[in-house]
């Protein structure tokens, strides 16, 4: 008996490290997830400020901006989900993705480059663009 015993604790050992391997994926997978979002934020507040600091010098009425604001929040494109910031490599041309860690900023996996994501100012009246795919296998 005290040989099955030890095999049934040692099972209970390997499946609560098991289960604690799960939760530390899951937490890093939620920890990469709040530092795309932190990235999106950032983004959105330099556009933001850029914009504003513009009417102001131009000195647009905040009654105006508040129209447009409303405006904005009853088009349907504007509650759209957004996907992750990807451009080519300057250097090598490889699809480069945000990193999630540092924001706006993706280092390419094959030369290196750092390549920072500029936030660029797009008109509600166009077309969404398609997005660049998030997958790197087509590169390969």
Do not use: W
Request: aromatic share 4%; hydrophobic share 35%; net charge negative.
């Amino acid at each position: 008996m005290p040989k099955f015993h030890s095999y049934t604790n040692a099972g209970n050992g390997i499946e609560r490290i098991s289960a604690e391997s799960r939760t530390r994926e899951k937490v890093a997978e939620v920890n990469r997830d709040v530092n795309d979002i932190r990235s999106e934020i950032l983004s959105l507040k330099i556009m933001v400020q850029a914009m504003m600091e513009i009417m102001a010098e131009r000195g647009v009425e905040p009654e105006i901006i508040n129209a447009k604001i409303q405006e904005i929040a009853s088009r349907p494109a504007t509650f759209m989900p957004t996907t992750k910031l990807s451009m080519p490599c300057p250097r090598c041309g490889r699809l480069v993705l945000d990193n999630g860690n540092t924001p706006l900023v993706g280092t390419c996996l094959y030369c290196g480059e750092v390549v920072k994501f500029i936030p660029v100012f797009e008109t509600g009246d166009k077309e969404p663009e398609k997005p660049q795919s998030d997958s790197i296998t087509e590169d390969l």
